[in-house]
């Protein structure tokens, strides 16, 4: 089966502007989360959508912010970019809600603030 | 959110076990363990989970110790394709939120 989907793969983007990345869970997964990784802060959690509903978020500023759609997509959004939110923005979905599934991850979308 | 503490890097041979330990002191009584491991350029890939006692599937073995702050991940016979950083990730308040460790990058040589 499909595994998780996430596009675009790479992103040049210049501070100020803003950018919105996309997410495609594996089929009949509900739970879709967002993961932060640099080098400097390792893999941090952003939020995590279940049924459409936010549920858990990160210590992130307000600019990060995200939704989910009835299908399961997710897509996560920063405004006012800086140079700091260059990373690997990874999704990750499973199944349900209780913490007791695996996660699959994406491959990321890199995004590079110049 | 759970602390949680690996050592940086570890080395082993090929053919020969591999103990890869986590702290979380932190973690509460209903949070779930999970490892992943990470290659280069690539998500996390899912490597098992448990609660609180020992779990075994085709890729590894978790052992949860009794008062679950800690944990070791054990690969039975290291492979040059297990090379990878691999990231203890405790689950934090229920629900799906995982607290990833530092990572532990593992070198195995023939």
């Known amino acids: 089966k499909a595994g998780v989907t996430q596009t675009p793969r790479y992103l040049i983007k210049t501070r100020g502007q803003q950018v919105t990345l996309s997410c495609s869970p594996i089929?009949?997964?509900?739970?879709v989360s967002w993961y932060q990784q640099t080098p400097g802060q390792g893999l941090q959690f952003l939020f995590e959508y279940f049924s459409e509903t936010q549920r858990n978020k990160g210590n992130f500023p307000g600019r990060f912010s995200g939704r989910q759609f009835s299908n399961s997509r997710s897509e996560m959004n920063v405004s006012t970019l800086e140079l700091g939110d260059s990373a690997l923005y990874l999704c990750?979905?499973?199944?349900?809600?209780?913490?007791?599934?695996?996660?699959?991850f994406g491959s990321g979308t890199r995004l590079t603030v110049v | 959110d759970a602390k949680t503490t690996q050592p940086n890097s570890m080395e082993s041979n090929e053919e020969e076990p591999v103990h890869l330990p986590c702290n979380h002191s932190?973690?509460?009584?209903?949070?779930?363990i999970h490892w992943y491991r990470q290659l280069p350029s690539q998500g996390p890939e899912y490597v098992i989970h448990g609660l609180t006692s020992n779990v075994n599937n085709r890729m590894a073995s978790l052992a949860i110790a009794e008062d679950r702050k800690s944990s070791t991940l054990i690969l039975h016979r290291a492979t040059l394709r297990d090379a990878a950083v691999y990231y203890c990730a405790p689950g934090t308040g229920g629900g799906n939120k995982l607290t990833f460790g530092t990572g532990t990058q593992l070198k195995v040589e023939l």
């Open positions: 990750a979905s499973t199944p349900g809600d209780s913490g007791n599934y695996g996660y699959t």
């Open positions: 932190t973690i509460s009584g209903t949070d779930y």
């Open positions: 089929s009949g997964h509900r739970s």
